[in-house]
């Protein structure tokens, strides 16, 4: 059975595309929610099934992206949701598991499954993997639309580099202008020094890091060079990126 092709469009922060649906197949009830919680502020939709032979009907429904499939399920277990939907699906597989045995992992692997993270994972890490997989099986290109941002004045393009504010040159280092893109991408939404940092490394494809704000300071200094850039370009850009103290920052008013 083929999936439905995924929706592309604006809005997601961090795929470039619309929401991007992702099935978790998890039994743990606060794992499940901690997980979907966090996958959802990242523009995902998330639906959670939490036996293995309903998660399997709903995989094979081809209403998702990507299945996150925990080894460890009441009645169908992981390895045989993961050998059934295989037969049957293409649909990307990411195993989640407790157990620590390379023989699960390498089952896993050879069954089909696309990507293997061993309990407990930071959600981060969970993040890039999705990421990763779906760049592989390419369920999240870059259209010719994803690839501008306009937001109060400020219109970017990704592809030629160029980022411009009521139609004048604005002047940025390379890690800056990807700075100044996720803001854009996300114009009217605070986001925090870390998400925002991590953001920018996702764009490079490096990893993700865990961020202390208190020590690494280098978003504020970057984010101070790209408002001279602004209002360099233009009267109005000196305001255009505000500061929202003890969280982050925001393009455009948080309103």
Known sequence: MCRSPPLYGFGASWWHTSIVRILLIEDDERLAEVTAEYLRDQDAAVEIVPDGAAGLERALAGEHDIVLLDLMLPGLDGISVCKQLRAQSNIPVIMLTAKGDEVDRVIGLELGADDYLPKPFS???????????LRRHG?????????????????????????????????????????????????????????????????????????????????????????????????????????????????????
């Open 123 to 133: 959600p981060r890490e969970l993040l890039a993997r999705i990421r990763a997989v």
């Open 139 to 255: 369920a999240a290109p870059e259209t010719e639309a994803s690839a501008t941002a306009q937001a109060h004045g400020l219109s970017i393009d990704r592809d030629r580099r160029v980022a411009e504010l009521h139609g004048e040159r604005v002047e940025l280092t390379a890690y800056q202008f990807d700075l100044l893109w996720v803001l854009a991408r996300n114009a009217g939404k605070v986001l925090e020094r870390g998400d925002l940092n991590n953001r920018v490394r996702e764009l490079r494809g490096d990893p993700p890091v865990e961020f202390d704000p208190s020590v690494d300071r280098s978003i504020d200094v970057h984010l101070s060079k790209i408002r001279a850039a602004l209002a360099s370009a233009h009267d109005t850009g000196k305001d255009l990126i505000e500061t929202v103290r003890g969280v982050g920052y925001v393009l455009g008013p948080d309103r």
